[in-house]
């Protein structure tokens, strides 16, 4: 006897209060705090801020930890408390050459104004897992820090961006301007063609491995741009937001952020000569493998305007930009496990009248009669 | 939306009178106040989306660009059929939601409760009380009325997007009404299987003018389309577009002369009610293939079953059915 199908809503109560005993795990261990995913996972908490695109390490992190882990997921939280905060309006453009700089390294210069400044990075460490770790070990030995440049006046001439001295000489395009204020992605649909003040939008919402794999495609040939690494740098920048009351701007607060440079070769072309390109990242946190992705991947999303020829993914506009976000891609992938019975029973109508037609000798349950 | 529903501004007063009582999450000192307002999006979201439901309904089968929001349940969840419904919502509604044609299926459950939380609105199971109806994948099989509306969830609503993949061409096409692709396509079907072979989210032509995916439901619903006295509005959350039929419009499935638009006809009626003429769900009932075929419109279903209808596995005591 077929017994319809209720109770959703008790099933779904219960599951919900199971995923709440599953995500807390054995009662025993003392539970994870805000603090501690905010203070030692804070690569997750940059990650799920940059994505998510919202500047707030305690709700990144409980995010994190609501989400179990699970960063899509969390930058999914993250989104859906973003979309209903009100705007009060635009900041100013964050000036990045005035970053309190924790970590700037170039891969163009051995040495420049400012220095390479090696901060904290898995770059040059052995990939060996350490068992020190495993047991709540002593507290690592105080680093020796180089006096950074103070930002009261000297810090700025000391630490130009590498891309700053190069454009002195003539030899990098001049960073392409965009007339009118940037469109607001999060506030009008994306249509194509998109600017590029859009397209850095997208990217640096969009998902870091999906990025990664376009970045890493250009390398390998599909829209090859002979990248180089510029600059990348981390720290902390002021963000400004201009009171017209006031008539002057007034400083928000800090955010860090990771800004990467990629400089690009560029054979030059009739009217313009050989000079290097730009391709540019910008993520929250210290989130270097997205920040050299987007760099990439503006990079070659900038073929039309450097009269490239047209041959890869990477430089797909509305490939990429349609793509890139993992809230919308993890969604419309994850949805499939909702019912679909009533398509698939339209198809399977459908295939077994096309089978029996096929002379089949099938049980035919249903036939179709003019309407 | 109903016939009662005061002016936007006095609706959009209340909501925002209502926005004072909503439910403030408690959040741990160092954290912003959580709050959320008469059904979760903020009035300026509901204008916007408002704005892009008035010119849809003028430019009916149209699909509008608008700026959907994230929301709280992800994207193929039914993201844009929510935020129609969030922005048309007013606090006298009564809202029904329904999955496949069930009230029961988690998705349908997880939407009302949505509601239920977040604007405190009146829900039913029944279609002749609602003045919305959410829907995904299935239109109701009792006949809609006017005032009530069908907002439908729309994973895809570019019904050229399998043709072509491209939105700066698609968006040429329909401005050109240059429909051969699609017709292209139905005649392929028709050369390489005898049939037009697509069986849900059929696509139809509306007003005599666009040519308009009706989300997946089933081709056996096209029909109540045309000329229904209910507005039927579109919402696609992740592709950020909205579209409309107003009442009785002209809903035509593409189709040739020789090869009319056809919809499923099941041999059996509903096992549980004897409907005949209704679309119905396969139920697998063994492993050695027993099926039995019942309404996929649960409501219409358990209303025929109230007035005494039957059907052959009708359970014979009334304590047994549930």
């Known amino acids: 006897m077929y017994v319809a199908v209720k109770g959703g809503e008790t099933a779904i109560r219960n599951a919900h209060a199971l995923l709440a005993e599953t995500r807390r795990g054995d009662p025993a261990v003392p539970e994870i705090g805000i603090d501690q995913i905010a203070g030692q996972l804070t690569l997750a908490v940059d990650r799920v801020m940059s994505e998510g695109s919202l500047y707030d390490r305690p709700l990144a992190a409980l995010a994190i930890k609501q989400a179990r882990g699970d960063l899509i997921e969390a930058i999914f939280l993250v989104r859906a408390f973003r979309t209903t905060l009100p705007r009060f309006g635009y900041c100013l453009p964050v000036d990045t050459a005035r970053m309190r700089v924790e970590r700037r390294i170039s891969a163009t210069y051995k040495d420049m104004p400012g220095g390479q400044v090696l901060g904290p990075t898995f770059d040059y460490t052995h990939r060996l897992l350490d068992p020190s770790l495993a047991g709540g070990g002593a507290a690592p030995a105080e680093p020796a820090r180089a006096p950074l440049p103070d930002d009261a006046g000297a810090g700025i001439a000391a630490m130009p961006r590498v891309t700053d001295i190069l454009d002195g000489e003539g030899l990098i395009e001049p960073a392409p301007a965009s007339g009118e204020d940037p469109r607001d992605l999060t506030r009008e649909p994306l249509s194509f063609p998109a600017d590029r003040p859009l397209r850095l939008q997208n990217l640096a919402r969009g998902d870091e491995g999906f990025l990664l794999a376009l970045g890493y495609s250009t390398q390998r040939g599909y829209a090859r741009t002979h990248p180089f690494v510029g600059e990348v740098r981390f720290g902390e920048v002021e963000v400004e937001l201009f009171v017209e009351e006031l008539g002057f701007a007034v ?25 290097f390109t730009r391709g540019y990242g910008f993520a929250f946190g210290q989130s270097e493998r997205k920040a050299m992705s987007m760099a990439l991947v503006d990079r070659a999303l900038r073929f039309a305007e450097l009269g490239e020829e047209k041959s890869a993914p990477a430089q797909d506009e509305e490939f990429v930009l349609s793509h890139s976000d993992n809230v919308q891609a993890t969604g419309f992938v994850e949805h499939l496990k909702l019912p679909h019975y009533v398509d698939f029973q339209a198809e399977l109508e459908l295939v077994r009248r096309m089978r029996a037609e096929h002379g089949d000798a099938l049980p035919q349950t249903t036939q179709e009669a003019a309407e | 939306m109903n016939a009662q529903t005061p002016t ?4 959009s007063r209340q ?43 003028a430019i ?14 992800p994207y193929g969840w039914g993201t844009g059929g929510v935020q129609v419904t969030a922005a048309i919502l007013g606090p006298d509604d009564v809202l029904k939601v329904i999955d496949q044609g069930s009230d029961d299926t988690t998705n349908a459950v997880a939407i009302r409760g949505f509601f239920e939380t977040t604007a405190g609105v009146a829900t039913t199971t029944r279609t002749q009380d609602a003045t919305i109806i959410q829907t ?3 239109i109701p099989e009792g006949a809609l009325q006017a005032g009530q509306v069908l907002v439908y969830q729309v994973p895809i609503p570019e019904p050229l997007r399998f043709l072509e993949p491209r939105e700066t061409e698609t968006r040429k096409l329909h401005g050109l009404a240059d429909y051969g692709l699609m017709h292209v396509k139905l005649y392929e079907d028709i050369a390489r299987h005898g049939h ?9 032509e509306v007003a005599g003018r666009y040519v308009m995916d009706p989300s997946p439901i089933p081709k056996f619903d096209n029909p109540k389309m045309d000329d229904s006295p209910a507005l039927q509005l579109f919402g696609a959350g992740r592709e950020k577009r909205i579209y409309a039929i107003p009442p009785h419009t002209k809903v035509v499935p593409l189709d040739f002369e020789d090869h009319p638009f056809r919809v499923q006809h099941f041999a059996k009626p509903c096992a549980l009610c004897g409907a005949h003429g209704v679309y119905l769900d396969e139920v697998i009932l063994d492993d050695r293939g027993g099926r039995m075929f019942v309404c996929s419109d649960t409501d219409y279903c358990n209303t025929r079953q109230a007035e005494g209808h039957t059907g052959e596995m009708s359970a014979p005591a009334p304590e047994a059915a549930e």
């Open chain 1, 251 to 275: 400083p928000l607060g800090a955010v860090s952020v990771t800004e990467c440079q990629m400089v690009n070769q560029f054979k030059g072309s009739a009217e313009v000569p050989p000079q």
């Open chain 2, 8 to 11: 936007p501004q006095a609706e």
């Open chain 2, 15 to 57: 909501a925002e009178a209502r926005q004072a009582e909503t439910r403030q999450a408690k959040t741990p000192a160092g954290m912003p106040a959580i709050t959320y307002n008469f059904a979760y999006l903020d009035e300026q979201t509901k204008r916007m989306i408002r704005r892009a439901i008035l010119k849809a309904i």
């Open chain 2, 60 to 73: 009916p089968g149209y699909q509008v660009p608008f700026a959907s929001r994230e929301m709280p349940m």
């Open chain 2, 136 to 138: 995904r994948h299935r």
């Open chain 2, 196 to 204: 037009i072979a697509t069986t849900y989210a059929y696509p139809v």
